[in-house]
């Protein structure tokens, strides 16, 4: 990539600035990106990736995970194009190999952004059979299967009695 002199390009602030940040999180120092874009000084390419990421932040999320957001979103692209020209090429051992790269870095990167954090849940639930209804069901089960055991007009053997009481 050639200088280019930030007052006079066409490229706006932002462009500018998102260009800083991915050559930032390629590796570069921030002189380095300040040289290969033109700035007068390493601290002006840092305040222009900055400005970019202050655009572009999330509500609550910090800085740091952002830059590690961003760089995880570009790896996962670049090893994308890869799988895919591997993939079109026939080298399946390769392309199998990027297939689970990108898999374990968007894994990583969905842990990173949050996305497996539980989410408390509220569950409210309303019960609305009473003790004597269940206890009058389980009555209605016993006699049907002393019915089905003992035969059609069974009654229950003497001293053998289903009771119960309701306290509420």
Do not use: C
Request: charged share 25%; net charge negative.
């Amino acid at each position: 990539m050639t200088a280019v002199d930030p007052a006079t390009s066409d490229d706006t602030a932002a462009d500018m600035g998102e260009r800083a940040f991915e050559l930032y999180n390629r590796g570069n120092t921030w002189q380095q990106v300040a040289d290969q874009l033109g700035y007068s000084h390493r601290s002006s390419a840092k305040r222009a990736a900055e400005a970019y990421l202050q655009r572009e932040a999330h509500e609550s999320t910090a800085t740091s995970r952002l830059y590690n957001e961003r760089g995880y979103m570009l790896l996962i692209g670049s090893m994308t194009s890869m799988f895919e020209q591997a993939r079109a090429e026939g080298r399946r051992m390769e392309a199998n190999a990027l297939a689970r790269t990108i898999g374990q870095l968007r894994d990583r990167w969905a842990r990173l952004s949050g996305q497996y954090v539980p989410v408390e849940q509220h569950v409210h639930v309303q019960v609305k059979s009473s003790a004597v209804v269940v206890l009058e069901d389980a009555r209605q089960q016993f006699r049907a299967i002393a019915e089905r055991e003992l035969g059609a007009a069974a009654e229950l053997p003497a001293g053998q009695v289903v009771d119960g009481e309701v306290v509420e």
